[in-house]
């Protein structure tokens, strides 16, 4: 069973910014697409930017777009989301999860709660 895990979450003031980072039980280039979702309170989950294993951006979600990006580093086995310039609506649990098909593997999230 491949385990992902999610990290860097935290309280930060609106302007503020943000690290999360994602880690697999197995090297991640494994997965041929990784991606960052979030879910806030009362509404459904959403994606937030993929990233396959070419390193590409392949999806970032228009709300998004400017302040936040995707990278992976795979000499750490490790998937970020650098969020930038974060607003109070950034206010959510942030997902990870990782496609090796037909699997799909989810992290628990972490939870990022921007407020003054």
């Known amino acids: 069973q491949v385990q992902v895990l999610e990290s860097g979450g935290g309280l930060v003031q609106p302007g503020g910014s943000l690290r999360l980072s994602c880690t697999a039980s197995e090297n991640i280039s494994n997965f041929y697409l990784m991606g960052w979702y979030r879910q806030a309170p009362g509404k459904q989950r959403e994606l937030v930017a993929t990233?396959?294993?070419?390193?590409?951006?392949?999806y970032i979600g228009d709300s998004v777009k400017e302040r936040f990006t995707i990278s992976r580093d795979s000499a750490k086995n490790t998937l970020y989301l650098q969020m930038n310039n974060l607003k109070t609506e950034d206010t959510a649990v942030y997902f990870c999860?990782?496609?090796?098909?037909?699997?799909?593997?989810w992290g628990q999230g972490t939870q990022v709660t921007v407020s003054s």
């Open positions: 999860n990782a496609v090796k098909m037909p699997l799909v593997y």
């Open positions: 990233s396959t294993n070419t390193g590409d951006t392949n």
